[in-house]
């Protein structure tokens, strides 16, 4: 877990709020609390915070228009409307705007701790071609999102570096020279078996083997270039969210 993550809860049921509260503590988080929306949205300007989970039906200002409002200040803010109503056309309309995700309430206490770890431990990232500036712009990305991303620009040097660090996904060019993604995948493999791996390419008949085999290995899927960096971004959550 993060060291000290902050996270945000904002309900007005009093009894939850202190509930809520305790077991994060419990588990090493900081925690502030805030009974309303407004509340909330004065607290996310004076501090900063991993995550925060927020009610949606509170009286005056609700938990999706907070949310909306505290993301005007912070963009990247990470928010989790917590509900116990069914209103999917309101919950679809908060997840399209940006909030991370919805619970429902009453809350399994184990998926909302699972969700919070995912949300502020954030995997190594392991970048693996032979295109300097394409590992680069990918790198970049994933840090501005709070990751910490390793480039390699050979099988061999990803190899070592996986020794290294404990790399959690990794993005592994197919074609490459000297060792190729599908050899540099099974090593990394051996290195780490749990490792995501995820093929790319730009050779999409001419490698067509190589990634049927890559994927008959586990690997998870294969970007075919030229993508958008942000795809492989999502592509991410969504795998991260199942583990």
């Known amino acids: 877990m993060k060291e000290q993550a902050r996270i945000l809860v904002v309900d007005d049921n009093a009894d939850l709020l202190r509930t809520l509260a305790l077991i994060l503590k419990r588990?090493?988080?900081?925690?502030?609390?805030?009974?309303?929306?407004?509340?909330?949205?004065?607290k996310f300007k004076a501090h900063d915070f991993d995550v925060a989970l927020m009610d949606i039906v509170m009286p005056g200002m609700d938990g999706v228009e907070a949310f909306l409002k505290i993301r005007e200040n912070k963009p990247c803010a990470k928010v989790v409307l917590m509900t116990a109503y069914s209103d999917e056309e309101l919950v679809k309309s908060a997840l399209d705007q940006g909030a991370y995700s919805t619970i429902y309430k009453p809350i399994d206490i184990a998926k909302m701790m699972s969700l919070i770890s995912n949300i502020v431990v954030k995997p190594v990232v392991l970048i693996v071609d032979d295109d300097t500036d394409f590992c680069n712009t990918m790198a970049k990305m994933f840090e501005l999102k709070g990751y910490k991303a390793n480039t390699a620009q050979s099988g061999e040097e990803a190899i070592r570096i996986a020794k290294e660090t404990q790399c959690s996904i990794a993005f592994i060019d197919v074609k490459m020279p000297c060792m190729d993604g599908l050899e540099t995948y099974l090593m990394?493999?051996?290195?780490?078996?749990?490792?995501?791996?995820i093929m790319m390419t730009g050779y999409r008949d001419e490698v067509n083997d190589i990634v049927s085999k890559a994927l008959a290995a586990d690997a998870s899927t294969c970007f075919y270039k030229p993508f958008h960096p942000t795809e492989a971004l999502s592509f991410m959550s969504r795998i991260r969210e199942k583990v």
């Open 188 to 197: 990394l493999r051996k290195i780490n078996p749990n490792i995501i791996s």
């Open 27 to 42: 588990s090493g988080y900081t925690v502030d609390v805030a009974a309303d929306g407004a509340s909330a949205v004065e």
